[in-house]
């Protein structure tokens, strides 16, 4: 049998190879011999043609034999042909070529290169990913504005729908998060501005902190860590089963019926879990100042409005619907980029939540710069 699975003839520097019988796994011995035969034994060669007409069963195991057939002699400059591949395995071979095409060449020259290598593709993938969220923004805008102009289309019910999972149901844990949160606020103050005799002061320190800072900011954590995981994981799971191909099928536009209700819903439910989370802070810092400092609820409210003023609370609020853009294009980004596995969808769901933290924090680290500059 091992002389009718593959046979070659050459004819100067052009091969032909002839692959009959059954390329299956229970004659893996029999073909991974006769391969690496035909791969070492002829050098000087131009051109492959492989003829797989004669060829009567072929499994996974067979194919992947005759993917690596042709990439033996295509790394060697051959230009390489398969003839009569039948067309009921013709999708499998296709499948397979696919694999493992993008892995980097061996690196070379020590740790020193290696490093900078890893340097140079984490950058390209920084660059990618900017430009994946840039391009999904932009096809936003541009759904938004076909909305616009149609607003019959507009999908209600889902936005709807979102709003509840993102914002109705969210508010327990936040409230209960931003209490505890104002809560340490308070009573770490205390505990240190009682040293100087400065206790009052740590009503200022908690309402400015809670309104510009630490309200908005814990939310949009909490809402990446929360909506956002679910919006990767989401739509990563319909990437994977193919119903995002089904929509586009149908003639739908998925950016129209999946994402934009999802990034609405955030930018309408973050600003008001802010004001929510805000509130709860608040209460948590007067809690403790009032048992763990002795300062009473009416000398805390009389302080707080001596201390804080409405640019304060425009400040947080003005945040929080740019925050919540940023997590939704990030969640969306990452679950449309999800393969066709399991541990593709968790390592997307992990970077959805590491990005959508880090850019908030940058945000609003850049936040706080441009309302310094103008003074509010």
Request: charged letters at 20%; one cysteine or more; a neutral charge.
């Amino acid at each position: 049998m091992s002389d009718t699975l593959l046979e070659g003839t050459t004819e100067g520097e052009r091969l032909r190879l002839a692959g009959a019988g059954a390329w299956i796994a229970e004659n893996a011995h029999l073909l991974e011999s006769l391969i690496d035969s035909e791969t070492k034994r002829r050098r000087r060669l131009k051109r492959v043609d492989i003829d797989m007409s004669g060829v009567e069963r072929l499994d996974t195991f067979g194919v992947w034999l005759l993917e690596r057939l042709v990439r033996s002699f295509s790394a060697r400059g051959c230009d390489t042909k398969i003839t009569g591949l039948k067309e009921d395995y013709r999708a499998l071979m296709d499948e397979l070529h696919g694999v493992k095409l993008d892995e980097p060449p061996p690196h070379t020259g020590g740790q020193v290169i290696y490093a900078l290598a890893s340097i140079g593709h984490s950058i390209v993938s920084i660059g990618q990913s900017f430009g994946s969220i840039v391009n999904l923004l932009g096809a936003i805008v541009v759904t938004l504005l076909r909305l616009a102009a149609k607003p019959h289309k507009f999908r209600l019910t889902s936005l709807v729908h979102q709003l509840d999972n993102v914002a109705w149901r969210a508010v327990p844990i936040i409230l209960l998060i931003t209490f505890l949160i104002g809560c340490i606020i308070a009573q770490q103050g205390l505990f240190h501005f009682r040293k100087f005799g400065a206790d009052i002061y740590v009503v200022d320190m908690v309402g400015i902190l809670v309104l510009r800072e630490l309200g908005v900011l814990i939310v949009a954590i909490m809402v990446a860590g929360r909506s956002g995981s679910a919006y990767t994981a989401e739509l990563g799971s319909m990437k994977m089963r193919e119903e995002i191909d089904a929509l586009r099928t149908m003639g739908f536009d998925p950016v129209e019926v999946l994402l934009v209700p999802r990034i609405l819903a955030l930018i309408i439910g973050v600003p008001i879990l802010t004001f929510l989370g805000s509130m709860a802070a608040l209460y948590g810092g007067g809690l403790v100042c009032w048992l763990y400092g002795g300062i009473d609820p009416d000398i805390f409210l009389s302080r707080l409005k001596e201390a804080i003023t409405l640019d304060h609370f425009k400040v947080g609020m003005i945040k929080a619907p740019f925050m919540a853009l940023i997590v939704g294009v990030v969640a969306c980004v990452e679950g449309l980029a999800v393969k066709g596995s399991a541990e593709s969808l968790g390592l997307q769901t992990t970077s959805s939540v590491v990005e959508s933290i880090f850019l908030v924090i940058v945000l609003d680290g850049l936040f706080a710069i441009f309302f310094a500059s103008i003074g509010m």
